[in-house]
């Protein structure tokens, strides 16, 4: 097959059907790759073809991407048959040209999301990510969407198998910060101009906590609006699973985002990572989804990837899961362990160092597949390029930002709570806001050819088109 579509001399190798114009623009294509691993071509507007909405490129996020790719272990690092290579990265290019193509994405199946999942060479997935990319530069124009987190309590009521605040934790301080100290942080956030700010804690669901929350959205609205943001700063939650009742009455204080991760779509997987009781139920969280879409909030989800036991068809059911779920924005990220929880702890006795910094690169690069499978899918959602993929690489939100995410959520907690907020290892250790923050941060979205957007809330246009019909 493949020496059909390559034949030795492909220079001179001439189509001749018309019905194979789109399988010689895969050909040019994979060619250049091969040929020049740095750049990408440029589809030139005279070729008539379907990748030529889909596929501009741009030099200086090329380059970033193409740089760090190539540095990356890789599991077929060894292979140096450019034939091999050629093949695999024509199956990755047909999946994703010749995909049918829908108002809001592309549509893929099951097989093909695991194909793209299983990329074992840097040139697979600089194909796979400068796709993407180009979606979210054209959907973006070229745009960064920031929101600052507030992680203003790390007291929880729940005890999930993985995660560093779990109420079964002894060894943290736990706090939750006052209104003047959460109203020092909005202030920040609204100099800066991000737009948009995250409040984030354990769950809690006592009546107490829900009324000092409602009080202190509506504080926040009240501080924040003026001529440039008529309805105040964007307010978006993320406080797990709340009834029907606390979530209406949060929209009304003012409300308009909510986050809440499904964690993995598959129920088996779901209830392996967190306790089986009432508690942790799968169905209350589907519930709760459901619920903010009738409330009309801009819902989110996500998974973690790389979690023990999950597979690719898991991730692929993940992503179909968003799909299906019609989602507006994507927080997901890495597994890390942490420490002080049943899942890092064991893993944390059962493996070496060195395993476990494998485990994470293998997780991080999926995480990147499954940002830019979802932007090939979803084009016009909110994909939020996590900071725990900077614990684990030092460019990790910026290679994500050139690979279909869009959003950075600098975190603003301040630093003398951000050691009680460890989810997982290394994270307070995240340096975000400081004096010359700004300067810091347009530094690093410029390396991926981007610029920061400020002063709006910048909703995913595939709300507001949503809102519109
Ligand atoms: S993941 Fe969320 S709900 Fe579960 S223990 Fe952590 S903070 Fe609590």
Redesign the pocket.
Known sequence: MLSKIFPKNAKSFKLKQINQKSMKITKNLITTIIQKPKRLPIIKPTHQNRTKRHFKTNQKTDDFLTENLKKMEYKNKEENDPKKIQKRVEEVTKILIESPKTETGTKLKENEIIRLLENQTWQEDEYLFKFADSIARRVFDNKVYFRGIIEFSNI?Q???FY?G???GNPYLKRFTMTREEILECVDKIHKLNFGCLLLQS??LTATNRMDYLVDLIKEIKKMTTNEQYPQGIGVVLSL?ELSYSDLKRLKEAGAMRYLLRIESSNRELYEKIHPKNINHSFDTRLQCLQDLRKLSYQVGTGVMIGIPDQTLKDLANDVLFFKEMDIDMLGMGPYIPAKNTPMGDKIFQSKTHSEIQKDLLRSFQLTLRMYAISRVMMNEINIASTTALHAIHPFGREIALSSGANVMMPIVTPQNFREEYD?YDGKSKIDEIRDNYLIASEKRVQRSGKSIKYGAWNNPPHFDKRQKN
């Open positions: 929880c729940k005890n999930c995660c605040i779990r109420k354990g769950e797990g989810l």
